[in-house]
């Protein structure tokens, strides 16, 4: 090496795997973050469905009672008792999943509700099929991730836990 001469300035050359690792992780770490935000829209936007659901049934109850009595057919339940079992379900558990109190039985509840109504209509059109499989996914989700860090299992959690 000629002493007149600096000597080069090296930069370490960064691998292609190592390029693809650092994407990776960072990528991992901002879903990471985002996971909050999308657990609660999708507690919302399901619990807001079968909410709005369980409110019409309780606007016109005869019509209600009427449809699970001639059009639903639900299984191994009497219609009047379908009726008030599915219309509580509606109303109580999107307001657990929501909050996030009970979220995975919430969901779980809710997903019978939904396996329920799907198998019950006769003829279910594809595209409400398709919204039910939809919610189904959701729910599911939901109930094998749990229902995130903006819960309230998560502060009732840690506060039973030091009692």
Known sequence: MNP???APIYRPVRSLTARVHALWGWT???LDALQPL????????VAQVFF????????DWGTTVALFTDE?????????????????GELVLPVLLVLGLGGRFAALGL???????????????PAALQQHITW????AA???FGCGRWAADVPLRAWLSRR
């Open 72 to 88: 639903y057919a639900v299984p191994l339940l009497p219609p009047e008792l379908a009726a008030v079992l599915g219309t509580a």
């Open 38 to 45: 999308a657990s609660l829209l999708a507690r919302l936007y």
């Open 142 to 144: 939901l109930a094998v």
């Open 136 to 139: 189904g996914v959701l729910l």
């Open 111 to 125: 997903g019978v509700v939904n396996g329920v109504a799907a198998i019950s209509l006769p003829e279910l059109a």
């Open 4 to 6: 007149s001469r600096p």
């Open 52 to 59: 709005a659901s369980g409110l019409t049934k309780l606007r």
């Open 28 to 30: 991992d770490t901002l």
